[in-house]
């Protein structure tokens, strides 16, 4: 049995561009280059903390698994990091949820029992420690 090639090679108007290295004509070609593109990318997700080099590491920002630390080095209660959340809340403009949900997403953060922030708490904690924090989870928090 032979394989038909493509007979249309490039994308019609409008459509997606043919990526780089893609073997456009030659339908066995084509997939076995993607399949060689489905496993490269398996392996950058899977080995995610092994392809980001240490020294990148501290570029991403810091996370909630760093409130504790940081509240620990300015000796600051979980209502005092409250305090500093409402403050930095209302010069952005914005409200926070009531007390009970803001204290139980802060005890989250200091039990590093979550993986990430939103982008929301993660804008207001880089106002409030003067540090860039991510909303991207840690790389260790990457599933292997």
Same mark, same amino acid.
């Given at each position: ?8 090679a490039a994308?019609? %108007?409008?459509? $997606? @561009?043919?990526p *780089?290295g893609?073997p456009?004509?030659d339908? #066995?070609a084509?997939? &076995?280059? =993607? ?5 490269r ?7 995610? %903390?092994?392809? $980001? @080099?240490?020294? *990148?590491?501290g570029?991403?920002g810091?996370? #909630?698994?760093?409130? &504790?630390? =940081? ?15 409402r403050?930095?809340?209302?010069r952005?403009?914005?409200?926070l949820p ?5 204290? &139980?997403?802060v ?10 922030l ?23 928090a990457?599933?292997?």
């Amino acid at each position: 049995m032979s394989i038909p090639a493509l007979e249309h090679a490039a994308p019609p %108007a409008g459509g $997606v @561009p043919v990526p *780089a290295g893609y073997p456009a004509g030659d339908v #066995a070609a084509a997939l &076995r280059w =993607l399949a060689a593109e489905a496993l490269r990318l398996h392996d950058l997700v899977v080995n995610a %903390a092994d392809a $980001v @080099p240490a020294s *990148a590491v501290g570029e991403l920002g810091l996370t #909630a698994s760093d409130v &504790r630390r =940081l509240c620990e080095d300015r000796k600051w209660s979980t209502g005092r990091l409250i305090v500093e959340l409402r403050r930095a809340a209302g010069r952005r403009g914005v409200r926070l949820p009531d007390n009970d949900s803001v204290k &139980r997403t802060v005890r989250r953060w200091r039990n590093g029992h979550t993986a990430g922030l939103s982008p929301f708490y993660a804008d207001l904690l880089s106002d409030v420690f003067g540090s860039a924090f991510t909303s991207r989870p840690p790389l260790q928090a990457v599933a292997r």
